[in-house]
């Protein structure tokens, strides 16, 4: 089906921006910030993305595309690297409010263990690979940060909730549920270990994209000397 890559980034966003205007977070407010934290992770992410590309590492089935490329990518693609922190930064701050009277600093303990746990295994699969060891070398380098971020209490239980969708979506893109995948792999670099259509490394590059925008996202608020809505909502209701 043309198109259906667009279609998917066009549902991610969908949800978000349709409840962005609710009085109770207000995620509106957050659009330009979580925007330049998106872009700042899509730098990187992009240029990654390139490379892969260019060097068949992976690549894209044009059955599904709308034909406009960047820098070689398809603009699904591109867009992907915004609508998907769009999305997951809100349900970052809707965790901020809905959940402001749980400690979920345990959370945060078991996901980051868990992590660590899950890189020990993909890097036992295929060291060599250069999907498993960058997907690695980004998830380290994501933890270390998150690891020095004692005031975020939410990151964790958000990347859960936001990982259920994320593989929804990933699962179509790599064949669940259609002819053939919209995104493949060169088995020679990644794990070959997959989760359905999905490969495990996947899950640590939605986690680096996930929780290295919401970093950013909170960092830059800190340099602006602005809080997001939903938090400002929470300690108003705190005192």
């Not at 490329?69 to 699904?76: H, K, M």
């Not at 989760?195 to 970093?215: C, K, Q, R």
């Amino acid at each position: 089906m043309k198109g259906l890559y667009l279609i998917l980034d066009a549902i991610t966003l969908l949800c978000p921006f349709v409840l962005s205007f609710d009085n109770r977070v207000r995620y509106v407010k957050s659009w330009g910030n979580v925007f330049i934290a998106s872009t700042i992770i899509a730098i990187p992410f992009i240029i990654w993305d390139i490379i892969f590309t260019e060097n068949g590492i992976w690549g894209f089935n044009p059955d599904y595309l709308v034909g406009v490329s960047i820098f070689g990518l398809p603009i699904e693609e591109i867009l992907f690297f915004w609508v998907v922190p769009m999305a997951c930064v809100f349900v970052y701050e809707c965790c901020k409010f809905y959940f402001r009277k749980v400690n979920w600093r345990w959370v945060n303990i078991a996901v980051q263990i868990a992590i660590l746990g899950y890189l020990i295994f993909l890097s036992s699969k295929n060291p060599s690979g250069w999907y498993t060891l960058t997907t690695i070398i980004a998830t380290v380098i994501t933890l270390y940060f998150w690891f020095n971020e004692r005031k975020l209490p939410q990151i964790g239980i958000s990347y859960l909730i936001c990982l259920i969708p994320f593989l929804i979506i990933n699962g179509i893109l790599t064949g669940s549920w259609i002819n053939s995948p919209i995104v493949w792999y060169n088995s020679e670099h990644f794990s070959d270990v997959r989760m359905g259509t999905i490969p495990m490394e996947d899950a640590m590059y939605g986690f680096s994209l996930i929780v290295g925008t919401i970093l950013i996202h909170e960092q830059l608020m800190r340099w602006k000397g602005v809080k997001s809505f939903a938090s400002q909502k929470v300690e108003s209701m705190a005192s």
